[in-house]
Structures are given as structure tokens and as C-alpha cells.
């Protein structure tokens, strides 16, 4: 099974997730990442139109076997907009459902009008749940790494002498602006150097004085 769900706040940095669950077990090394790049603003269908598109036209293009079921967070809009994607790579007989949020009810393709409605203490509705859960975990950590590598450039931007390299260094030391802000001098000169952490330094300070 291979399971999707989109993280995005407003409309920015929008990222999408697959999670992979396979032989009882989470597959981490099938878990996929994929920012969204066609759509603007907050279209939650089109973005999973989008990356359907992308990862099965990918599957069918190198051969592969597609999973035994796909299942995307949502109600009967993201599941349609799936099955939207299948039918534009000519992909039919695809096993699709949606899990709804609120109601937890799950919509499976083909008998929208039928929700398979399972017991609160249903280990299936367990089950699902749990891998519906981490797709959602591995979106909203990939947004937030998104956002934070986001606010890092646009602030570090601004730095005299503090160039893209170098916000790539303190990205993969420290992930983010705050733990940039919040680094000892001597972690800063060992990650970028004695020049280039004096003139962060003088920059943060101005800035945040």
C-alpha cells in the first residue's frame, strides 16, 4: 500500500508525502518526497493530481509493479483527483480510497455512495489510520523543513558576504533559522569559517538587536 498526503499552510511550500507500508510492516526506503510545481495557491486537488501523475507515470514508464492499493487522505475530492491522474496515464483497475479526517469514514473508488464505515475498535481502521498518520508526519516534516530552509535563505539573503554556499552549510548544520540564531560563535566559525560567522554575527545583530 502506498499512502499520500499534502502539507502546506496558505498555499506556501507545498510538499506532498508517500509513505509505504508493505509485508505488515512501514517501508522507509519506498517513502518518497515531492514538492509541488505546478500548482499555485492552496489547490489540495490539483496538487494530488499532480503528484499521482508524477509517481505512477514513473512506475509504468521503468516497469515496475504498481502497489496493491493506493490510499490518499481526504475525502471524495482528493480521491477523485487521483483518479483523475490514473486515467490521464491510462492506468485502469488501480485499487483507490480516501480516508476522511473527521468522520474517518474511508471512500473506495467505484462505490463512493457506499463509505466503508468500520467500528472506532476495528484493527483495519487501526491499521489505516496509523499509516494515514505517518503519511501525514513525514508531509508535515518535510513542510516544515521546507519553510525553515525558506525563512533561512530569505533572511541570510540579506547578509554582506553571506552567499548561497554558505546558507547551505548552516542549512545541513542546523536546519533553520532559529537554530542558526540561537548557535555559540565557536559552532558558527566551525561550520562557515572565523570571516563569514563575524559577519553573520553583525548582520543577526542589527537585525534582531
Known amino acids: 500500500m502506498e499512502c ?4 502546506h499552510i496558505q498555499g506556501t511550500d507545498k510538499v506532498e508525502s508517500m509513505v509505504a507500508w508493505e509485508d505488515g510492516r512501514m517501508k522507509k526506503s519506498d517513502y518518497r518526497k515531492f514538492i509541488i510545481r505546478t500548482v499555485a495557491g492552496s489547490d489540495d486537488f490539483a496538487s494530488m493530481r499532480e503528484v499521482i501523475t508524477r509517481r505512477y507515470a514513473r512506475l509504468r514508464d521503468e516497469g515496475k509493479p504498481l502497489p496493491g492499493l493506493v490510499l490518499v487522505d481526504g475525502g471524495l475530492g482528493q480521491l477523485h483527483a487521483a483518479a ?3 486515467q490521464s496515464l491510462g492506468i485502469t ?6 480516508i476522511a479526517k473527521r468522520e474517518e469514514w474511508i471512500y473506495v473508488l467505484g462505490q463512493e455512495d457506499e463509505p466503508v464505515v ?3 475498535h476495528s484493527p483495519v481502521l487501526h491499521l489505516v489510520q496509523m499509516i494515514r498518520d505517518e503519511a501525514h508526519r513525514f508531509a508535515v516534516t518535510f513542510h516544515r523543513s521546507r519553510r525553515d530552509a525558506s525563512r533561512l535563505t530569505s533572511e541570510l539573503g540579506q547578509a554582506p558576504g553571506i552567499g548561497p554556499k554558505t546558507v547551505r552549510k548552516l542549512l545541513t548544520r542546523f536546519g533553520g533559522l532559529e537554530q ?3 548557535a555559540r560563535e565557536e559552532e558558527l566559525v566551525e561550520a562557515i569559517g572565523p570571516a563569514a560567522a563575524r559577519k553573520l554575527r553583525e548582520h543577526l545583530l542589527k537585525a534582531h538587536p
Open 118 to 120: 468500520l467500528d472506532p
Open 4 to 7: 499520500f498526503d499534502i502539507s
Open 84 to 86: 483523475d491522474a490514473f
Open 93 to 98: 483497475g488501480q485499487p483507490l480510497a480516501s
Open 180 to 182: 542558526v540564531r540561537a
